[in-house]
């Protein structure tokens, strides 16, 4: 009994320093280079110039702020390797028949419904990619990350057979995967 | 096995491997996963991906950036940086390289390997750092492992590994040019390029030719060794990379010369001459199956000297090997790695021939990574090696049996175990055992084959390979405030049959006097390492450690540093300490490094039963860079080494010169 108290103790002690998975504000250009940079690591990457679709809610100020900021991110476009991606502002409304875009990247002040944008993504068969854990965790993203002073990357598995996509198994060993 | 039979099983592998693998597999980006996680990437420990903080044992990656700004002529010159890697420089471009004390004359504890490559010398298990065919300009990244990691990386691990990992030409584009002049007659010219022959294949050539005066400071009474001998180091490496059947298949020859004074026989100074030359072929693939690595290489090693009595000492070693890995992800949590190798090393015996020493190893190794909880990643790994000793040719009437002695079969396990619980953005905790093993070296089984009247010193094959086996825990912390980070290791080892190459002549036969290799006891050590390492504003980076260690040794009745000639407990200095200061900031670049090391001993003398512990004072040893970017690609710099003093003692050997090079580098 001692012994699961000790445990117990531990346990919550430990607890209290693990990692929020709190959103931050804006998108950044370290961001924009992360998003680019994990397109490369699909098993059948994009290659040349590609469109990177930023979703956002008509008439959220907030969202609408967010989504700008993250298309400033690109500043025009951002190269990796044999890959250039620009980014594309998209409404809501306007997802049913959005195509020919190689991933999705939600803002943290997206302020919308995840799913929405999941199933987009699943349409589309492309990653759908946010800056908030949270949201990989629960499933909607497939890839998120946490650009901090150590950088954090989790992928959901579920998410990715959703939507038919793949990352090659060092990507997957190198991140931690749901 | 012969070396057509183990060529031709070589090229069925390698082809059953090519067809199996598909065209969408890919292969491994080191510069793109650096820049996704914002920090070195490793592939060396567990075959996983992973970020140095991440990797189940003590860890430190040396950058690109950092060796350019090291103002290091050569590699231990690089690792002397390191808190808790021992750097003893017996000349000026010899030196014995350990981790965590243990240093001794041609350390046998270390695995050096480059791009998975051994490198250490089979001979005596030991690097000889000179003939290692790599510019610094050539190499991505340094990986230092701290303590026993046999089951991860292979038996030597025992100390440590030296992991050297350079440009890939597939996926990095590199062209350098260097010359370099300074005191000591000191001239180095190379080169380093890599060319795209369309989209699938690139090659990288690489190049050095370096003249040198040998430290004049003498301190021995060998006449050989007063007059400054001239170094000559000249190497070529080639490799050819190519994206064949959707993984990376690549093509490697090296051929290297060295010519300086080194320590083969009863820690005797002598004018070494090395020849070695080496041919690789990998396959590296991201296939259904795992990311599978197909590796076969063969290393020739020539080693000539004249040591006592003008007898000629003439190694040759052919080492090949065979090694087949496959990693695979299963599930989200879990990481297999499963890995078969075959060895084959034979040399002939000197300096009485006639005869081989040889062995095959069969090795079967596991690991398994276990994301258990979100924030704690278990890794197991185990290794079997099974070796098989034989001796063919003549047996000198010096030595008593025959060549049945030798047909012996040694089976050793060795394991590691780890624990890294990532405790927020700031805090990584590592708790590491490890069992680690350490194999006799050829000279040990038996290459060397020495009549001196009445005395004669042999190897032999009873010697048992040494076990070390290590507990440790490690907390990495970072200052996100101060962008600063702190690593702390506090660790405990116990090593087991020490070995000594060449024992004190105590067995009698008739009117000969015989000195075999021997295992001569145990020997335990505690100790514990804090670095901090950061950056302030206006561009200036700082490191700051040190370590802290006691070992204690426990020879066998009638064994003692007088008859074997190791003596770790006052060879290893108890603190050492290293400090760094850099700037840069426009066109300039301006780095000052200082170590230091506590009083030691060093072990030296002329024959087994005659050995002396020479002292060796504290010291703190000073090295800088200034850089400045004359043009674009163009940069010069004036570097040194041991600029504190003229001379500083190091070793019980030759006193360490103060050494001031200037230099230009041409990027384009």
């Known amino acids: 009994m001692r012994g699961a108290t000790m445990v117990l103790g531990l346990t919550a002690g430990l607890a209290g320093l693990l990692p929020c998975n709190a959103a931050r504000a804006q998108a950044t250009a370290r961001d924009a280079q992360l998003i680019v940079r994990t397109l490369t690591f699909l098993t059948e990457p994009p290659q040349g110039a590609a469109v990177i679709a930023i979703p956002y809610m008509p008439g959220d100020a907030a969202s609408v702020a967010a989504a700008r900021q993250a298309v400033a991110a690109f500043a025009g476009g951002v190269t990796v390797g044999h890959l ?62 946490s650009a901090g002073a150590t950088v954090q990357i989790e992928l959901n598995h579920a998410a990715c057979a959703a939507s038919g996509i793949e990352f090659i198994q060092a990507f997957r060993m190198l991140v931690k995967e749901i | ?14 082809l059953a491997t090519l067809a199996a693998a598909p065209a969408a597999a890919q292969t491994m980006d080191y510069g793109g996963f650096e820049q996704l996680m914002g920090q070195p990437v490793t592939l060396s420990a567990t075959g996983l991906p992973t970020t140095v903080s991440d990797v189940p044992a003590e860890m430190e990656i040396i950058t690109a950036d950092e060796i350019r700004r090291s103002g290091a002529t050569d590699i231990p010159g ?97 062209h350098v040019a260097t010359l370099s002049d300074g005191n000591g007659d000191h001239r180095t010219g190379s080169g380093t390029a890599t060319v ?151 040399v002939d015996t000197t300096p009485i021939g006639g005869a081989h020493v040889l062995y095959n190893i069969g090795s079967l190794s596991g690991a398994w990574n276990w994301h258990a909880l979100p924030w704690l990643t278990l890794t197991s ?4 090696d ?40 700031n805090d990584t905790l590592r708790l590491t055992a490890a069992r680690g093993a350490q194999l006799p070296n050829l000279v040990e089984f038996g290459a060397l084959q020495l009549f001196y009247p009445p005395f004669a010193f042999s190897g032999q094959p009873f010697i048992k390979p040494s076990r070390v086996d290590n507990i440790e825990f490690d907390w990495d912390h970072t200052f996100a405030a101060l962008g600063t980070t702190m690593r702390f290791a506090a660790f405990g080892q116990e090593t087991h049959d020490l070995p000594v190459e060449v024992g004190p002549p105590t067995t009698i036969v008739g009117p000969i006097h015989l000195g075999f290799s021997e295992n001569i006891g145990n020997s335990r050590e505690i100790g514990i390492e804090l670095a901090f390492k950061g950056n302030l504003p206006g561009g200036f980076t700082w490191s700051l450690g040190g370590s802290e260690r006691a070992v204690h040794d426990r020879l066998d009745p009638g064994d003692s540093t007088l008859t074997s000639g190791v003596d770790y407990q006052q060879g290893t200095p108890c603190q050492t300490a290293n400090a760094d200061l850099g700037w840069a900031h426009g066109k300039w670049e301006i780095d000052a490094f200082a170590r230091y090391q506590a009083s030691s001993y060093g072990v030296t003398g002329l024959v087994p039963g005659a050995y002396v512990l020479a002292p060796i004072p504290a010291y703190v040893a000073i090295d800088g860079r200034i850089a400045y970017k004359v043009a674009r690609g163009i940069t010069v710099s004036l570097t040194g080494q041991n600029l504190g003093t003229r001379e500083t003692v190091q070793s019980a050997f030759a006193r360490v010169d103060r050494r001031v090079q200037a230099n230009i580098a041409v990027r384009f």
């Open chain 2, 78 to 174: 690089i690792l002397a940086h390191v808190v808790g890697v021992d750097v003893q420089n017996t000349g000026a471009l010899a030196a014995n390289v350990s981790i965590r004390g243990y240093n001794q004359l041609q350390t046998p504890r270390l695995l050096v390997l480059l791009d998975g490559r051994q490198v250490y010398m089979d001979i005596y298990g030991a690097a000889i750092w000179g003939v290692i065919p790599v510019t610094l300009d050539d190499i991505r990244q340094i990986e230092i492992v701290k303590g026993p990691n046999s089951a991860l990386f292979g038996f030597n691990a025992v100390g440590g590994v030296i992991n050297i990992v350079t440009w890939n030409p597939l996926h990095d584009t590199v």
């Open chain 2, 196 to 346: 795209r022959l369309g989209d699938n294949t690139s090659l990288k050539l690489a190049a050095q030719i370096t003249r040198d005066d040998d430290y004049a400071g003498d301190r021995t009474s060998d006449a050989s060794y007063s007059n400054p001998h001239t170094i000559y180091q000249s190497f070529i490496a080639a490799s050819l990379h190519q994206i064949l059947f959707g993984g990376e298949f690549e093509l490697e020859a090296t051929h290297a010369n060295l010519e300086e004074t080194e320590f083969p026989l009863f820690a005797v100074p002598q004018y070494m001459r090395y020849v070695v030359d080496s041919l690789k072929a990998e396959f590296t693939g991201d296939t259904p199956a795992g990311m599978v690595t197909l590796r076969a290489y063969r290393n020739m090693s020539a080693v000539d000297t004249t040591i006592v009595n003008a007898l000629e000492l003439d190694y040759y070693n052919k080492l090949t090997v065979l090694q087949a890995q496959d990693v695979v992800k299963l599930g989200a949590s879990h990481s297999i790695r499963i890995a078969a190798e075959y060895r084959n090393s034979i």
């Open chain 2, 1 to 14: 096995m012969k070396p057509l039979r183990a060529g031709a099983v070589t090229s069925a592998v390698l």
């Open chain 2, 386 to 425: 099974r070796l098989w000793l034989q001796r063919t040719g003549l047996l000198p009437i010096t030595l008593p049996g025959g060549n049945d002695l030798w047909n012996r079969v040694l089976t050793v396990a060795t394991m590691n175990f780890g624990a890294v619980a990532r405790l927020g953005p």
């Open chain 1, 84 to 145: 250039t991606a620009t980014p594309q502002l998209v409404a809501t409304p306007d997802l049913a028949k959005l195509s020919g875009v190689v991933a999705l990247f939600m803002p943290d002040r997206f302020g919308g419904d995840t799913r929405q944008l999941a199933a987009a993504a699943r349409r589309l068969h492309v990653p759908l990619i946010s800056t908030n854990l949270g949201c990989v965790e629960q499933g909607a993203c497939t890839v998120g990350f």
């Open chain 2, 381 to 384: 790994a185990a290794r079997v």
